[in-house]
């Protein structure tokens, strides 16, 4: 996945830029970059591994390394950015946010009609950046070039753009699965993936751009939009349950909000059915399912609490290391129980999302071990069934990977495969086994997913401008 910040300023822009993307480091862990307009300077770029160390420590000399009154920041979960262009457009830095599926068809058509060449990457991968940049170039201003390259490419492309006059141009994908947001202060811009970025550092968000909607920015004029929003959305609905920030609203609808919603119609549906009686505690699998619980507990009237705590001053994030056994190894490493809300006790834990199951199965049998009486589960959105083809988070190498796909095999073989709207459901019998053959593997006392209509009820916007595709597969 990943994010980008960019601001341009009547004053140096170096400072804005380096916390606003600082504060999207939880969409991404390979790379950060940023890069600078300065008259005098012209562009400057700088781009390091932020696999190990986060952003913050690695660009803290760019105060000294970076000046201008205009600049671009990413975090990226892929290729090295932002890239400096040199093209018959003029010299600019270059930053996406997406996923490119045909990168290889495309590559293949451009390499035939220019006869050019690509910088290549270990392995002949071409950055995802420099190829849209060459789509870019096929016409005669960024505004066509940027169309051009969004209905060219399969999948996702969200581009943030610093032209060699200091100007910024942003463009949201095609169909709007991820936010753009553009901020204001006085005579300045930003553009920002997450609000409370645009909000913390003293800008008001002034528009969120439509679905493939572009603008340029310049300290001190009026936006101007070099192309208009498009009708059709599909805006990710796992922004607001999982990866999205908590403080951040896309769509008018706030994350924290969203997720205490949807907390609260599990509970809901739980009360209903006569399920999960006799909890005595109601915990979020920290950090993100944190507000679905307490969503839930506020509904039930059963007490939070945190029956362990994430040690999180010196261990990186979960999912950090590349190698699955180091990420176990550094969650595990992270739980510190606490004896005295999980022995002898029932509880209940909300989860935003039960994607591979790789982690769930130790939570669980280190709860167990120290003394928990029983352990249920409930998952903040539905049963994923497809891994996504649009954007990088929830993505999969094999939707084998996926739990439900791994335990509908072990049911049934891939004739099951013909009945997955049947198994994502509570209420059919493929649904019912799919639940109990996932509380036997993690021995979970119960387990239910939040329904799909559930979930588009706790974002509370029209349903046909949100993407569901990995829980129906429904583009």
Same mark, same amino acid.
């Given at each position: 996945?990943?994010?980008?910040?960019?601001?341009?300023?009547?004053?140096?822009?170096?400072?804005?830029?380096?916390?606003?993307?600082?504060?999207?480091?939880?969409?991404?862990?390979?790379?950060?970059?940023?890069?600078?307009?300065?008259?005098?300077?012209?562009?400057?770029?700088?781009?390091?591994?932020?696999?190990?160390?986060?952003?913050?420590?690695?660009?803290?000399?760019?105060?000294?390394?970076?000046?201008?009154?205009?600049?671009?920041?990413?975090?990226?979960?892929?290729?090295?950015?932002?890239?400096?262009?040199?093209?018959?457009?003029?010299?600019?830095?270059?930053?996406?946010?997406?996923?490119?599926?045909?990168?290889?068809?495309?590559?293949?058509?451009?390499?035939?009609?220019?006869?050019?060449?690509?910088?290549?990457?270990?392995?002949?991968?071409?950055?995802?950046?420099?190829?849209?940049?060459?789509?870019?170039?096929?016409?005669?201003?960024?505004?066509?070039?940027?169309?051009?390259?969004?209905?060219?490419?399969?999948?996702?492309?969200?581009?943030?753009?610093?032209?060699?006059?200091?100007?910024?141009?942003?463009?949201?994908?095609?169909?709007?699965?991820?936010?753009?947001?553009?901020?204001?202060?006085?005579?300045?811009?930003?553009?920002?993936?997450?609000?409370?970025?645009?909000?913390?550092?003293?800008?008001?968000?002034?528009?969120?751009?439509?679905?493939?909607?572009?603008?340029?920015?310049?300290?001190?004029?009026?936006?101007m939009q070099l192309a208009p929003p498009g009708e059709k959305m599909r805006i990710c609905s796992f922004l607001w349950t999982y990866y999205g920030y908590?403080?951040? +609203?896309? #769509? @008018? &609808?706030?994350?924290?909000?969203?997720?205490?919603?949807? *907390?609260?119609?599990? %509970?809901?549906?739980? !009360?209903?059915?006569? +399920?999960? #009686? @006799? &909890?005595?505690?109601?915990?979020?699998?920290?950090?993100? *399912?944190?507000?679905? %619980?307490?969503?839930? !507990?506020?509904?039930?009237?059963?007490?939070?609490?945190?029956?362990?705590?994430?040690?999180?001053?010196?261990?990186?994030?979960?999912?950090?290391?590349?190698?699955?056994?180091?990420?176990?190894?550094?969650?595990?490493?992270?739980?510190?129980?606490?004896?005295?809300?999980?022995?002898?006790?029932?509880?209940?834990?909300?989860?935003?999302?039960?994607?591979?199951?790789?982690?769930?199965?130790?939570?669980?049998?280190?709860?167990?071990?120290?003394?928990?009486?029983?352990?249920?589960?409930?998952?903040?959105?539905?049963?994923?069934?497809?891994?996504?083809?649009?954007?990088?988070?929830?993505?999969?190498?094999?939707?084998?990977?996926?739990?439900?796909?791994?335990?509908?095999?072990?049911?049934?073989?891939?004739?099951?495969?013909?009945?997955?709207?049947?198994?994502?459901?509570?209420?059919?019998?493929?649904?019912?086994?799919?639940?109990?053959?996932?509380?036997?593997?993690?021995?979970?006392?119960?387990?239910?997913?939040?329904?799909?209509?559930?979930?588009?009820k706790a974002i509370g916007i029209d349903p046909c401008k949100l993407c569901t595709y990995c829980w129906n597969g429904k583009e």
């Amino acid at each position: 996945m990943g994010g980008f910040f960019g601001a341009v300023c009547r004053q140096d822009a170096i400072s804005d830029v380096f916390f606003g993307t600082d504060y999207h480091s939880h969409l991404g862990t390979a790379r950060g970059g940023m890069a600078a307009y300065d008259e005098g300077i012209g562009l400057q770029r700088e781009i390091h591994n932020i696999q190990n160390s986060p952003f913050r420590t690695k660009f803290e000399h760019i105060f000294e390394e970076m000046k201008g009154a205009s600049a671009i920041g990413c975090i990226s979960d892929s290729d090295p950015q932002p890239l400096l262009i040199r093209s018959k457009l003029g010299t600019y830095a270059i930053c996406t946010v997406g996923l490119i599926n045909n990168a290889t068809q495309l590559i293949e058509q451009y390499l035939t009609v220019s006869g050019g060449h690509f910088d290549s990457m270990t392995g002949g991968r071409i950055n995802s950046n420099e190829l849209v940049a060459a789509l870019i170039s096929q016409k005669d201003s960024f505004a066509e070039g940027i169309r051009f390259a969004q209905q060219a490419i399969d999948g996702t492309a969200s581009i943030l753009i610093l032209k060699d006059d200091g100007n910024l141009i942003a463009a949201r994908d095609l169909l709007g699965r991820i936010p753009v947001q553009i901020g204001k202060r006085g005579d300045d811009y930003c553009v920002s993936f997450e609000s409370f970025a645009c909000n913390k550092l003293g800008y008001t968000v002034e528009k969120e751009l439509g679905p493939g909607e572009i603008v340029e920015l310049s300290a001190g004029k009026e936006i101007m939009q070099l192309a208009p929003p498009g009708e059709k959305m599909r805006i990710c609905s796992f922004l607001w349950t999982y990866y999205g920030y908590p403080a951040s +609203t896309y #769509e @008018g &609808v706030n994350v924290e909000t969203m997720r205490t919603r949807d *907390g609260a119609i599990m %509970a809901e549906h739980d !009360a209903a059915m006569g +399920t999960a #009686e @006799g &909890v005595d505690f109601v915990s979020g699998l920290p950090d993100s *399912g944190t507000p679905h %619980a307490i969503g839930y !507990a506020n509904q039930s009237h059963i007490p939070f609490a945190r029956p362990y705590i994430k040690y999180t001053p010196t261990w990186a994030r979960s999912f950090t290391p590349q190698r699955q056994v180091d990420r176990a190894k550094v969650a595990k490493m992270k739980q510190i129980p606490n004896p005295d809300l999980i022995q002898d006790k029932s509880l209940l834990f909300v989860d935003d999302s039960i994607v591979r199951g790789t982690q769930l199965q130790e939570t669980v049998e280190f709860l167990y071990e120290n003394g928990a009486k029983a352990v249920h589960m409930r998952s903040g959105c539905p049963p994923i069934m497809y891994s996504c083809k649009y954007l990088n988070f929830s993505r999969s190498n094999s939707e084998m990977e996926l739990l439900a796909r791994r335990i509908i095999l072990d049911l049934e073989g891939e004739e099951g495969f013909q009945y997955l709207d049947e198994y994502s459901s509570s209420e059919t019998e493929r649904g019912k086994k799919l639940r109990k053959a996932i509380c036997e593997k993690f021995n979970f006392s119960s387990l239910e997913f939040q329904s799909l209509e559930g979930i588009i009820k706790a974002i509370g916007i029209d349903p046909c401008k949100l993407c569901t595709y990995c829980w129906n597969g429904k583009e």
